[in-house]
């Protein structure tokens, strides 16, 4: 029976020593691009203003953009301390351009954008707060929460 079911105060000396884990979180944010250059710094931008207690992996994949928006990606994301991909493929749609995004990640989470979103400062603040199922559940979803 535990101190909790007999109706027992908790005391400190009664406490035993216990281990503290912290975990971070890492989100992965998988950034699908086809010919963005002209949103991607306002993209980018919504990106990096993300808060929370996570790490931040950027992960962008160009899906056979004939304009500079590889260029832009690298010069908005020069100066990020975290991991920065970019994968470049033939123009193959949406749906290869996804997979081939969480593919490339290495989060716990994966946030997915597409290359002309924009995200206010706490949208990855729910996702980074959320605990990984061990079954390989997705969740998805909009709204309030």
């Known amino acids: 029976m535990t101190a909790a079911q007999s109706g027992a105060k908790p005391s400190l000396q009664d406490?035993?020593?216990?281990k503290v884990f912290i975990c971070m979180t890492?989100?992965?944010?998988?950034?699908?691009?086809?010919n963005k250059?002209?949103?991607?710094?306002l993209v980018i931008r919504s990106l990096d203003v993300q808060v929370g207690d996570f790490?931040?992996?950027?992960?962008?994949?160009?899906d056979g953009s004939t304009d500079r928006s590889v260029e832009v990606i690298k010069e908005c994301t020069k100066d990020a301390d975290f991991d920065v991909k970019i994968v470049s493929q033939i123009n193959q749609g949406a749906s290869v351009a996804?997979?081939?995004g969480v593919s490339a990640a290495t989060g716990d989470w994966i946030k997915f954008c597409d290359g002309?979103?924009?995200?206010?400062?706490?949208?990855a603040k729910l996702v980074g707060g959320m605990s990984p199922a061990?079954?390989?559940?997705?969740?998805?979803?909009?709204?309030?929460?």
């Open 15 to 18: 406490s035993q020593p216990y």
């Open 116 to 123: 002309d979103d924009l995200f206010t400062g706490c949208d």
């Open 37 to 41: 250059e002209e949103y991607l710094p």
């Open 26 to 34: 890492k989100v992965s944010f998988v950034v699908t691009v086809f």
């Open 98 to 100: 996804h997979d081939a």
């Open 134 to 145: 061990q079954d390989g559940t997705c969740l998805g979803g909009s709204g309030v929460f």
């Open 55 to 62: 790490e931040k992996e950027y992960v962008f994949v160009d």
